[in-house]
């Protein structure tokens, strides 16, 4: 069975930081790109960064450029996501998923439930 389990979600104040996991199992972790997506109330979602298995690229949205790191731990099967100097504006449900393909790949072949992060002003 295929799962992705996101965990390290919560109530931060703004300036705090908080690290996401993505425990993956079920399939060839290394050959899948690993994403991390968020949808705030009321809006879209949209993607916030994710780490390819190829060559290990990462790539992230500008909003959170310079301030969240995404790091994959292939022996546990887990990819991070180290989130600094949160804003009120990350708020989000956060969720992992998985591209056979690519980062840029249109659909996602596997996702997780997700974890609530919200950042208090």
């Known amino acids: 069975e295929v799962q992705l389990v996101e965990s390290g979600g919560g109530l931060v104040q703004a300036g705090g930081s908080l690290r996401l996991s993505c425990a993956a199992s079920?399939?060839?972790?290394?050959?899948?790109?690993i994403g991390w997506f968020r949808q705030a109330p009321g809006k879209e979602r949209e993607g916030v960064s994710c780490?390819?298995?190829?060559?290990?690229?990462?790539y992230y949205v500008d909003s959170v450029k310079g301030r969240f790191t995404i790091s994959s731990d292939n022996a546990k099967n887990t990819v991070y996501l180290q989130m600094n100097s949160l804003k009120p504006e990350d708020t989000a449900v956060y969720y992992c998923?998985?591209?056979?393909?690519?980062?840029?790949?249109?659909?996602?072949?596997?996702w997780g439930q997700g974890t609530q992060v919200t950042v208090s002003s």
């Open positions: 998923a998985a591209s056979g393909s690519s980062c840029g790949a249109y659909e996602y072949d596997y």
């Open positions: 079920g399939f060839t972790f290394d050959d899948y790109a």
């Open positions: 780490i390819s298995s190829s060559d290990g690229s990462t």
